[in-house]
């Protein structure tokens, strides 16, 4: 009773339970390492292009560091938001997210680049409007899931109403065109729905609708079957269709075990085009070898990990929308990593995907921290409740014991007056 006090206080890092940390020190720290890594890399993959083209070697990296900044305050503002207001205002999530998603398609709005029109202009910063909408899907879906569970888990009915939205966001992510951002949203929606209870059946026969319209919008459009051929044998065209990948897997096969040294990777000189966006896992290869390469996905392992863990710890305590959110934030983070570093080492086709929290790029990183605040925001939550839940239990047992030694004490005092009366009587 002692070590549990002043649940009411305001402040969240104020935690009432002594020797329980308020956060998940592996997922922040993951989380941390990954950011710190991520904005040495860009530093190092972005000197070379950024003194070329911006008259100075640390362009990106002053930028990027910016974005850090940023990022960290809105950690902040997020993880004193308590999760009761996100449940409540998912359908004006989704509202915005789908606003955003029209408005990146609407001249003089959006921003076209090297053939995308992905970016909203925001005066010096681009937004990309991709990035917010996965983060409004991902909280509506779980409120959907925890308002019908019964419905998703019992009907078809339960499994298609989710899916409207999500077809809508789609057509609108081929619109920029997206192809990547539409693959990870249908595969976390798909993947939340499933961890909500469908039916087995019912998910094998949605996953094949799913990979047959996916290879449908792959052979669509001349440049996806392009990237397609050239991913299964980037060396047969290693200066045209192929030169992306083929220029990442020299970074690789130079880097070996331990890697040439930070900033002595040569593929970032002109060689490997987004050497700080896209493809700066294939620097950091080259920079720190297969070692360094390892050190990251194991990172990311331990980070998704742990989001996991703390969604299944959700459900145990009955707080199911706070599991489904770290669900579908762990299959985000989970889906880019898994592409990013596929298509880094030639095991998938290129992709315009970042990697979370490392590559280079504002509206990721904001996003990102965002997603990682609210997920330590529920840990903390879920926190507090189970040492609320240890005060009620200890009320309860000092209440059963009061009583179990009143009752006691009257017992004695009742044999104590038999026993006085029957020496009276005697």
Not at 244 to 250: D, F, K, M, R, T
Request: with cysteine; hydrophobic share 50%.
């Amino acid at each position: 009773m002692n070590e549990i006090s002043s649940l009411g206080q305001p402040r969240w890092l104020s935690f009432p339970q002594h020797g329980v940390s308020p956060f998940d020190p592996l997922l922040l720290g993951s989380a941390l390492a990954l950011v710190l890594t991520g904005f040495v890399m860009i530093t190092s993959a972005s000197m070379d292009v950024a003194a070329e083209k911006f008259g100075g070697p640390f362009f990106f990296a002053q930028r990027h560091g910016i974005f850090i900044i940023l990022a960290l305050i809105a950690s902040i503002i997020v993880v004193r938001i308590p999760i009761k207001y996100w449940e409540k205002y998912g359908p004006i999530l989704l509202g915005v997210g789908f606003v955003l998603l029209l408005l990146v398609l609407i001249p003089g709005i959006g921003k076209e680049v090297n053939g995308s029109q992905r970016w909203i202009r925001l005066g010096p910063l681009n937004l990309q409007a991709s990035e917010i909408a996965k983060f409004c899907m991902v909280i509506y879906v779980a409120g959907y899931l925890v308002r019908r569970l019964s419905e998703v888990r019992t009907s078809w009915g339960g499994v298609v109403k989710p899916v409207l939205p999500l077809a809508f966001f789609v057509s609108l992510l081929l619109g920029e065109p997206d192809y990547g951002a539409a693959v990870v949203l249908m595969g976390t929606v798909m993947g939340m729905i499933f961890l909500g209870g469908m039916r087995f059946t019912q998910f094998i026969m949605v996953l094949s609708c799913a990979v047959g319209l996916i290879m449908m919008m792959a052979v669509a459009q001349p440049y996806r079957m392009a990237r397609l051929k050239s991913f299964q044998d980037p060396w047969a065209d290693p200066f045209g269709s192929g030169y992306q990948l083929s220029q990442a897997q020299i970074a690789f096969g130079r880097g070996e075990w331990f890697g040439t040294g930070l900033g002595n990777s040569v593929q970032k000189l002109f060689y490997l085009p987004e050497a700080h966006t896209d493809f700066v896992y294939s620097v950091l290869a080259e920079e720190f070898g297969l070692i360094g390469a390892l050190l990251v996905v194991v990172l990311y392992a331990v980070m998704i990990c742990r989001i996991f863990l703390i969604g299944r710890q959700a459900e145990k305590q009955k707080q199911f929308f706070m599991g489904y959110v770290a669900y579908g934030f762990g299959l985000v983070f989970a889906a880019q990593a898994l592409i990013n570093i596929g298509v880094n080492v030639g095991a998938l086709p290129t992709k315009g995907l970042t990697l979370p929290l490392l590559s280079y790029g504002g509206s990721s990183l904001l996003v990102c921290a965002a997603m990682i605040a609210i997920i330590i925001r529920i840990d903390f939550e879920l926190k507090r409740l189970r040492a609320a839940n240890n005060v009620e239990v200890c009320k309860s047992e000092a209440t059963n014991t009061k009583q179990k030694k009143s009752k006691a004490s009257v017992k004695k005092l009742s044999s104590q007056k038999q026993v006085e009366e029957k020496l009276g009587h005697a």
